[in-house]
């Protein structure tokens, strides 16, 4: 592997000097997320029982599609899901799932799936 520790940015993409003033540029902790849309992480559950591999990949497809997929309520907002923690099929009795989107997850119990109970537990907004 080559030692590029020697090596350094000296200009930005578009031609820029970096200098010391404009690396404190870089240092401008805020709230946010550098992705369009908005990123929730939610807490999901099915009412207090064991999550079956099927009710999972049902309300993976309900929030995907906006909807619900029991009541044939269209009016949840979908999202892309980006990201699903640890589960062990009929197990696990909740689970970490990352979505992202413009709106807000439902968390009215059965919106995405039947039984899926929803808890937002994290929202980071996206780009401004």
Not at 63 to 90: E, H, K, N, R
């Amino acid at each position: 592997m080559a030692d590029l520790t020697s090596v350094r940015q000296t200009s930005d993409n578009s031609g820029n000097a970096i200098t010391a003033a404009y690396a404190n540029a870089n240092y401008n902790a805020k709230t946010g997320q550098g992705i369009a849309g908005t990123t929730h992480v939610l807490t999901v559950g099915v009412g207090g029982g064991a999550i079956s591999q099927a009710q999972l990949n049902g309300f993976v497809r309900g929030i995907t599609q906006g909807a619900s997929l029991v009541t044939g309520d269209l009016s949840p907002d979908a999202f892309t899901v980006v990201g699903i923690g640890s589960f062990t099929a009929a197990s696990s009795t909740s689970v970490v799932i990352a979505v992202q989107g413009t709106g807000t997850p439902s968390t009215t119990t059965g919106d995405y799936f039947a039984a899926a109970t929803v808890a937002i537990t994290a929202t980071f907004a996206g780009l401004a």
